[in-house]
């Protein structure tokens, strides 16, 4: 069974950096693409980076501001973020891709961030 | 960027009946789209992929079509379990894949 787990969301201000984790289990890690989706309180869903073995990309609200990237001895996939804003204020989920890399077939529960002063 | 909108944002539907949702790219994205289902409090469901194929364990009342830029999801005679916000997504850009904003799907 594939289990995503999210962690490192909390209440951080305006300006400052955080650093989330996801721990993965249940399949080979290598072998998929992962992403970094969000989701504002009462909003849709907004990615936010993917990566794969050869390729990373981000939404151009995160370009230059968030970092992704994956440690596969470690089974983790990470996300920081820097120069946080309010409107960066979402759970955060951690989503596997498929065979078809930008499909979406698993996602873990999420970590809450609050960009508040 | 590719920009994804959906149609209507609401849609009221009595039980039994069908639920024709819409989902429109800014620029052609193939066949390369997905639908996912969020109900309140639970993480997205992928339901279809490819424009068309069903993911594992999705009811064949639900159905997917379209290519290039128009995109619908159909779901004939609504069930309970249906009612939800709908999603369509796009990966033809990838890396890079968009979403559109949602189509709550309430019962009329």
């Known amino acids: 069974e594939v289990q995503l787990v999210e962690s490192g969301g909390g209440l951080v201000q305006p300006g400052r950096s955080l650093r989330l984790s996801c721990a993965a289990s249940?399949?080979?890690?290598?072998?998929?693409?992962m992403h970094w989706v969000r989701q504002a309180p009462e909003k849709g869903l907004e990615w936010v980076s993917g990566?794969?073995?050869?390729?990373?990309d981000y939404a151009d609200s995160v370009k230059g501001r968030f970092t992704i990237s994956r440690d596969n001895a470690r089974k983790s996939l990470y996300l920081q973020m820097n120069s946080l804003r309010a409107e960066d204020t979402a759970l955060y989920y951690c989503?596997?891709?498929?065979?078809?890399?930008?499909?979406?077939?698993?996602w873990g529960q999420g970590t809450l961030v609050t960009v508040s002063s | 960027e590719i920009v994804m909108t959906q149609s209507p944002a609401t849609l009221s539907v009595s039980p039994g009946e069908r639920a024709t949702l819409s989902c429109r790219a800014s620029q052609s994205v193939s066949n390369n789209l997905a639908w996912y289902q969020q109900k309140p409090g639970q993480v997205p469901r992928l339901l279809i992929y490819?424009?068309?194929t069903r993911a594992t364990g999705i009811p064949a009342r639900l159905s997917g079509s379209g290519t290039g830029t128009e995109f619908t999801l159909t779901i004939s005679s609504l069930q309970s379990e249906d009612f939800a916000v709908y999603y369509c997504q796009q990966y033809n850009d990838w890396p890079s894949i968009t979403f559109g904003q949602g189509t709550r799907l309430e019962i009329k």
């Open positions: 249940g399949f080979t890690f290598d072998d998929y693409a």
């Open positions: 490819g424009a068309s």
């Open positions: 989503a596997k891709g498929g065979i078809l890399r930008g499909v979406i077939d698993d």
């Open positions: 990566i794969s073995w050869n390729s990373i």
